[in-house]
């Protein structure tokens, strides 16, 4: 079994930044791929971004150019910088590990873009 615990959300104007976290724990063997997906008020979740262990990073179209994941793989911790933040970014963003062949989320943390 495989523990996420996400953190990193919150309250920004818009323009602002964040930086989400998530640490992966448990019975971990070798990650095939680690993202992020958001899901709004009324809306289907829908993938921010992700990074396979092989291959290349899918962005969505919209945060292209202004969020950027990255991992620490020692460290089983997956990070999703937010820059540039809309009003239209604001969701519950969840965590994802794809290990072993079964996908794991996190409880998700609220990012709320508003003036």
């Known amino acids: 079994q495989v523990q996420l615990v996400e953190s990193g959300g919150g309250l920004v104007h818009p323009g602002g930044s964040l930086r989400l976290s998530c640490a992966a724990s448990?019975?971990?063997?070798?990650?095939?791929?680690m993202g992020w997906f958001r899901q709004a008020p009324g809306k289907q979740r829908e993938l921010v971004a992700l990074m396979p262990r092989f291959g290349s990073t899918n962005y969505a179209d919209s945060v292209k150019g202004r969020f950027t994941i990255s991992r620490d793989n020692a460290k089983s911790t997956v990070f999703l910088q937010m820059n540039s933040l809309k009003p239209e970014d604001t969701a519950v963003y969840y965590c994802?590990?794809?290990?072993?062949?079964?996908?794991?989320w996190g409880p998700g943390t609220q990012v709320t873009v508003s003036s």
């Open positions: 448990g019975t971990i063997f070798s990650i095939n791929a």
């Open positions: 994802n590990v794809l290990t072993g062949g079964t996908a794991y």
